[in-house]
C-alpha cells in the first residue's frame, strides 16, 4: 500500500486506532459509561436541574454535550 494511502486511513479512523491504543496500553476499552462523584457549585447544580428540566435530558447528558461542543 501506498503511503499516502495509509495516512489517509489513519486519517479517517484516528479515533478508532486511537482507542484501539488506548487498549492495547491498558487491557481495558475506553468506551462506555462510568460513574463518578464530583463537587460543584450549588449555584451550578441549579442551573443543571433547571436544563435537566427544560430539556428532559439527564444532567450526564448535559454535562457531556457542553463537553463535545469544546472539542
Known amino acids: ?6 495516512r489517509k ?3 479517517d479512523n484516528r479515533e ?3 482507542t484501539l491504543e ?4 491498558t487491557h481495558e476499552m475506553p468506551i462506555g459509561r462510568v460513574r463518578i462523584d464530583i463537587t460543584l457549585d450549588k ?3 441549579k442551573r ?3 436544563i435537566k428540566s427544560k430539556s428532559g435530558k ?3 447528558h448535559i454535562i457531556e454535550e457542553a463537553l463535545s461542543k469544546q472539542e
Open 48 to 50: 443543571l436541574r433547571e
Open 43 to 45: 449555584k451550578i447544580v
Open 58 to 60: 439527564p444532567i450526564s
Open 9 to 11: 486511513i489513519l486519517q
Open 1 to 6: 500500500m501506498r503511503s499516502d494511502k495509509i
Open 16 to 18: 478508532i486506532f486511537e
Open 22 to 25: 488506548e487498549y492495547d496500553k
